[in-house]
């Protein structure tokens, strides 16, 4: 059985986003979508049970997938941006058999931002929130037709913890040469830092081993959580205990999400997935004292 907020959002549940933006203040944020994958909600979320997928049909389509958006965040304060992750990149990989990992797409993220008149040049970092490759995918694939890395000026910002513990990804398809290419441009940053004006790194362990999420604050008393790879669907509002069958450390994930949780429900607060098909921004919203949280769309 779904309940009536779902029915009420219809298919932005089980679509991708497009381009969508919020005023923070004097910062913009804007998602600028690169792509779709498909996952398996059974095989992404093992620890998920039909009966609780029931309850959530409306995310998923006749194939038993939930939709996963891919891009990134771009920030603007005054002429200056800073993007948040950097897509999947033009590469596309159909279905496997069996696994938790459906068709996978990317590709669009440059013209996206192109289409709200932002080139890559006039980027001045990218934050990263982990290295997974559908996170860092513009950073060592070339533009297509050139060999020109998109991002090259810029600096690749990534958690001291994150870089260290890279050779852990390989088991990911991350391996020693993507790792060489960002080499050059990586600059490692620290828990608290502020990376852009009103941009602050803010650890948040347990999908990888330095997974960080940026908290904004526009100076309009609201602030934006970008939560990266912390949750992957809507649904684990409601569910924090599902981990990704991805996940480093899948009980650090857990506690994290819940206290995620509890944060995306104070009043001021917003968050941002980007995996959350075509409800990217929102908050945790709870009807009642011990009921579980929802997913509440934020579109201004």
Do not use: C
């Not at 790792?179 to 362990?205: K, N, W, Y």
């Not at 940026?214 to 809507?234: E, K, N, Q």
Request: aromatic share 6%.
């Amino acid at each position: 059985m779904t309940t009536n907020s779902q029915h009420g959002l219809g298919d932005r549940l089980r679509r991708p986003s497009g381009i969508r933006s919020l005023q923070l203040g004097d910062i913009k944020v804007t998602y600028v979508p690169d792509g779709v994958v498909q996952l398996s909600a059974r095989g992404w979320l093992p620890t998920s049970t039909e009966e609780e997928w029931a309850a959530h049909s409306a995310y998923l389509d006749d194939s038993g997938h939930f939709v996963a958006g891919m891009g990134g965040l771009l920030v603007e304060h005054g002429d200056r941006a800073l993007l948040i992750d950097a897509g999947f990149g033009p590469q596309s990989f159909p279905a496997g058999e069996g696994g938790p990992i459906g068709a996978i797409s990317g590709g669009g993220l440059l013209d996206s931002l192109a289409e709200i008149g932002r080139a890559p040049v006039g980027i001045e970092a990218v934050a990263v929130t982990h290295l997974h490759i559908d996170h860092i995918g513009w950073l060592y694939q070339p533009a297509p037709g050139t060999e020109e890395l998109p991002f090259a000026h810029a600096d690749h910002l990534v958690s001291e913890e994150e870089w260290t513990n890279r050779h852990l990804l390989e088991a990911h398809g991350i391996t020693k040469e993507t790792t060489a290419i960002l080499e050059p441009r990586i600059r490692t940053v620290a828990d608290g830092e502020e990376i852009f004006p009103g941009v602050r790194v803010a650890l948040s362990q347990g999908h990888t081993a330095g997974h960080a999420s940026y908290v904004i604050s526009g100076g309009d008393g609201r602030r934006l959580i970008a939560f990266g790879d912390a949750m992957h669907t809507p649904v684990q509002i409601a569910h924090p205990e599902w981990s990704a069958v991805v996940d480093h450390d899948a009980e650090r994930s857990a506690t994290h999400r819940r206290r995620l949780v509890e944060e995306l429900a104070e009043p001021g607060t917003i968050g941002f997935g980007i995996h959350f098909a075509d409800v990217p921004f929102g908050r945790a919203r709870r009807d009642g004292a011990g009921s579980p949280a929802v997913w509440e769309p934020v579109d201004a």
